[in-house]
């Protein structure tokens, strides 16, 4: 079976549409046909300020989302970054691969320090990049199911495992990214020409998945959309009616040409009044699968250290390749 490897970041709380729809869907597609490991990566959140007691709920809160949205813990490995220190450790031998010019040209990066402000962004936040190859790299990754912004990510983390194979011998697999066309890129519902994004959408641009479902079924009703009143699919024209297309298409698995024609004459009222109400079904029950989750802390746990006991057989064994390669001396 091929490997696959993707993180996601527990800041927010709740994950919003665009993480789900842009990956964890793949990650439990993924679960099926791949030797799949995720993670909830806690040391990419301190890149940014954080509150210790916040991150530690918010780490649970996280892992419990992903199994509310179909992982099985039997069928891939769910596991916390920090618990497997080989991450960091690889990270260090990654950071002395990169060119500091290389690192520079990370958009990511160029639009999070701005919003931070450039004295106040970390030198974490600029290697973050860095500890990310580390992460795909560890696990020999073939695919990586993501969002079309971490696109450069992967670029980067391809490079750098041909580098390494070039200049110590070859370990590392290099890998492909998994990005699915369609949900790549949600957009924000008040401005559909940004993705919907925890940091720079407007609360009423972003669809919480664990916000009350009312308050998201309005935000769809309130979505920005065009002074025209065809429904039909037209990114560059018509971005807000797209947007809601592809959620409502992927929700519910009906092809964009059905719903064009099943819209037929009729507004965008109700294309958006029938797209809440699939949301708020949609919703309803992941809230509830996540609040059971939450509610058995010692479960949770017990999944995750499981997770970690599995990712680490595999982290160590490229780590130590990854060490004697470089030239350090073995601990006796
Ligand atoms: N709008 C989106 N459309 C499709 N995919 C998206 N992803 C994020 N936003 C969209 C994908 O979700 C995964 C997890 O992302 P993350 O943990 O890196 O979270 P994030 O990128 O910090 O989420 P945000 O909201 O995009 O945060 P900010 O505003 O900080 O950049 C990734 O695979 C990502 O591609």
Known sequence: RPRALSGIQPTAGSFHLGNYLGAIRQYVALQETHDAFYTVVDLHAITVPQDPAELRANSRLAAAQLLASGLDPDRCTLFIQSHVPEHAQLGWVMNCLTGFGEASRMTQFKDKSAKHGADRATVGLFTYPILQVADILLYQANHVPVGEDQRQHIELTRDLADRFNGRFGEIFTVPEPYIVKETGKIYDLQD??????????????????????????????????????????????????????????????????????????????????????VLVEWVTPFRERTQEYLGDPAMLDGILAKGADKARAVAAETLAATYDKVGFLPAA
């Not at 919480?208 to 479902?213: A, G, K, Q, Y």
């Not at 039909?232 to 009616?241: A, I, L, S």
């Open 192 to 277: 559909p020409t940004i993705k919907m994004s925890k940091s720079a959408s407007t609360p009423k641009g972003i669809v919480s998945l664990l916000d009350e479902p009312k308050a998201s079924a309005k935000k769809i009703k309130s979505a920005v959309t065009d002074l025209e009143t065809e429904i039909r699919f037209d990114e560059e024209k018509k971005p807000g009616v797209s947007n809601l297309l592809t959620i409502y298409s992927t929700l519910t698995g009906t092809a964009i040409a059905e719903l064009e024609r099943r819209y037929e004459g009729k507004g965008y009222g109700a294309l958006k009044t029938d797209l809440s109400e």
